[in-house]
């Protein structure tokens, strides 16, 4: 866990100096594309915006730190972050840990009973086999865990992970704001899934709305840093153009759905025009301007 790591770097230290009194020590990590990572790590910290334990919150009360924008998000990340938690800011805080033990060593500090000095070993998130065999086929002395994930995979009884790609980012801004608005009054998900369909009957896309996209600043220095991790961990690492090429798809996703101004477009907040969006779930809450649209539209 990046925060984790960030912020208990002093014990990790004295963790890894008692094993490697004891033990051969190597630390795993892997290796995503960062542009990747970082657009997977802001749906994530959304998603703990709309979804709890059991499924999508019903209630409309959001929290800033998980109802931010893209832009604002890589702001925050870019800006206000000492230390960046990717595989870069990880590994560099692994290798400096590992570099002080082998001073430690060279100083004649008790480290190990023959234990090998630790070492780093980088795996590939996107491994055509899937994470599981990548990492159990790369262990040591692993070759049973090895062979039974390889069955797996081969008999397609490996469950697909979970992801956030999926998650309804746009949407919930919208229907957000909607609420906001007086424009809804049935639960969050239901009108989710409701301004979707309605979306596609009109043939209306989020490429269609005004949307909020981070600077050109900000772009290039994920693009760099993104290049630099390839170059170093990718295995093989794709050709400068080739991941130029991969990123210019990816760049894509920098933006979010500005809802404000969405809402503001006669067309498409037409869409809202629907006595579906609304009922009696009185565990939403009270929105005073939800009876002046039933009114409006004779929903009452």
């Not at 915006?49 to 893209?70: A, K, P, S």
Request: glycine residues 6%; contains cysteine.
């Amino acid at each position: 866990n990046q925060k984790f790591i960030k912020s208990n770097y002093g014990m990790i230290k004295s963790l890894l100096r008692s094993l490697w009194k004891e033990w051969d020590t190597t630390v795993v990590l892997f290796y995503r594309r960062f542009d990747e990572w970082l657009i997977s790590f802001y749906a994530q910290m959304r998603k703990y915006g709309f979804m709890n334990v059991i499924g999508f919150y019903e209630h409309y009360y959001v929290r800033e730190q998980n109802h931010m924008t893209f832009p604002v998000f890589a702001t925050k990340f870019i800006e206000d972050t000492p230390v960046v938690a990717d595989i870069l800011g990880i590994h560099g805080v692994y290798n400096d840990i590992l570099s002080s033990k082998n001073n430690d060593t060279a100083e004649g500090d008790e480290v190990s009973r023959g234990g090998r000095i630790g070492t780093i070993q980088v795996l590939q998130f996107h491994s055509i086999h899937g994470v599981e065999q990548e990492f159990l086929c790369n262990l040591p002395n692993a070759t049973v865990s090895c062979e039974r994930i390889q069955n797996k995979n081969r008999n397609g009884q490996s469950k697909a992970r979970n992801t956030s790609e999926k998650l309804p980012l746009d949407l919930d801004f919208v229907v957000v704001q909607a609420w906001n608005d007086g424009l809804v009054g049935i639960d969050r998900r239901q009108a989710q899934k409701l301004l979707e369909t309605k979306m596609v009957t009109a043939n209306i896309t989020f490429d269609d709305l005004p949307e909020d996209c981070i600077s050109k600043d900000h772009e290039n220095w994920i693009w760099e840093r993104a290049l630099t991790s390839e170059k170093m961990f990718g295995n093989p690492p794709l050709p400068e153009i080739e991941f130029r090429q991969s990123f210019d798809v990816t760049r894509k996703k920098f933006c979010s759905v500005n809802a404000v101004a969405a809402l503001k477009n006669k067309m498409f907040r037409s869409l809202f025009d629907d006595c579906g969006f609304f009922g009696n779930n009185t565990k939403l809450g009270t929105n005073w301007m939800n009876y002046l649209k039933l009114k409006e539209l004779g929903c009452a």
